[in-house]
């Protein structure tokens, strides 16, 4: 529902964008064309936003999207200016090299980059950036920023239909301010893109299955065209999750526990086979991850990497410990370095969320189960594949972050039932809580 804007918002929009135009005249001179693709991005979100729903509701969902955005932007400015480019990732130099060869070559000033190779999606994002701007990271980064703020926003639209208002004002709360999540979102990296097409997906299968009308469904097209471009393999293991989410509520009589069993198992097999090593081999089969594993062992940070995992039998004995590194590491003990140490708070809260995600997890099941099946059954894939796959806790730490979403879903969904839970044994039901 679309609504007339207050002279307020309208002036707080003004504010921003006046203060966008006073930092790009005043800034250094590649500040200007970074921040005009951010207010490009931005602005015309968050006035759109401003008129979706309740008024009330408008003004939460606009904060915490500016929220997002703000804090992403000024992270992202000062690694431009204040740390070396290679500080937190390798990447961002690759993606600055190729996009601009990419560019070049669109504009007809060079050949084709040999350089390009995989998945070229975010490739062609940091090239349109610089046909429109020139080479300036900077912009790409801002662009990213404002990804970041638009998959707070859609945290904020799945969890309010598996939780209610209060859920989801904690879930767009978390998105937008784990210190991961900013950080990934605010570099020269595909990570913001990623989650947001995920989330696009997921919102698009939620909204799908509640009301069966085909127009979710190209949201989920849109997202999954995108993933295919930005992570491939992520791609492979959205479809059997969204395969599975459909299929299950339709499963009925005395076979249906068998049929469940089933799916699931094929699922877990497929996304095992066809996981996060179809970007790294041509082959796809345990021996490749085993293979995949031991390349990515590298560093200070490498952990397990001579484990072999070549077998079904090897995979299953070596999947705890897979587990309880990719979604616990780095662990406080674990902590060696600056870098390391800048994790740790986050460490510390996701720890804590463990539990209201378990909680969270049974109740929109319980409650809301073809809403929470897609993003229920895309962690669970995700996660499982990415446990075999991973020997290096930087990376696993920054690839946990495509799952750390969802988790946030679930564990707003656990702390608001909690809240309401305790609400009622004093005052009753609250207003936002969710109804079965």
Request: charged share 15%; proline share 5%; with cysteine.
């Amino acid at each position: 529902m679309n609504r007339v804007r207050s002279p307020v918002e309208l002036a707080r929009f003004a504010a921003l964008g006046a203060a966008l135009a006073a930092a790009a005249i005043l800034g250094p001179r590649d500040l200007m064309p970074a921040l005009a693709i951010f207010g490009a991005v931005v602005v015309p979100g968050a006035l759109w936003l401003s008129g979706r729903g309740p008024a009330r509701e408008a003004r939460v969902v606009v904060a915490v999207f500016l929220a997002a955005v703000v804090v992403r932007g000024i992270c992202a400015v000062t690694i431009a200016y204040g740390l070396p480019r290679e500080f937190f990732a390798l990447d961002p130099r690759r993606y600055d090299l190729v996009g601009w060869e990419l560019a070049r070559f669109w504009a007809g000033e060079s050949a084709r980059s040999e350089l390009l190779w995989g998945a070229r999606g975010y490739y062609a994002w940091v090239a349109g950036i610089y046909t429109l701007v020139g080479r300036v990271p900077l912009a790409a980064a801002l662009a990213n920023a404002a990804a970041g703020g638009y998959a707070a926003v859609l945290a904020y639209r799945i969890a309010r239909d598996l939780g209610g208002i209060d859920a989801a004002r904690i879930a767009g709360l978390l998105t937008a301010f784990c210190p991961s999540l900013i950080l990934w979102s605010s570099l020269n990296l595909k990570d913001a893109l990623a989650i947001l097409c995920i989330l696009l997906i997921l919102r698009g299968a939620q909204q799908f299955l509640a009301h069966w009308r085909p127009a979710p469904l190209v949201g989920c097209a849109v997202g999954l065209a995108g993933l295919a471009q930005l992570r491939g393999y992520l791609a492979y293991v959205m479809v059997f999750a969204l395969v599975i989410a459909f299929a299950l509520p339709r499963l009925r009589g005395r076979w249906a526990p068998i049929s469940t069993a089933g799916l699931v198992v094929c699922g877990l097999a497929a996304v095992t086979v066809l996981g996060p090593i179809a970007e790294l081999t041509a082959e796809a089969d345990l021996a490749s991850i085993d293979r995949a594993r031991q390349a990515l062992a590298y560093g200070d940070s490498a952990y397990h990497g001579d484990a072999n995992v070549s077998t079904a039998t090897s995979a299953l004995r070596f999947l705890p410990t897979g587990l309880a590194y990719f979604l616990f590491a780095p662990a406080p003990w674990q902590v060696w370095n600056a870098r390391q140490f800048l994790t740790l708070p986050e460490m510390l809260i996701w720890y804590a969320l463990i539990p209201q995600v378990a909680l969270g997890l049974l109740a929109a099941l319980r409650s809301r189960f073809r809403g929470a099946l897609p993003v229920a059954l895309f962690a669970l894939f995700a996660t499982l594949s990415y446990a075999l796959v991973e020997s290096n806790m930087g990376t696993a730490y920054r690839h946990r972050a495509q799952v750390l979403v969802p988790f946030f879903i679930f564990a707003a969904v656990g702390i608001a039932k909690r809240r309401e839970r305790r609400a009622e044994r004093s005052t009753g039901p609250l207003p936002g809580a969710a109804t079965a």
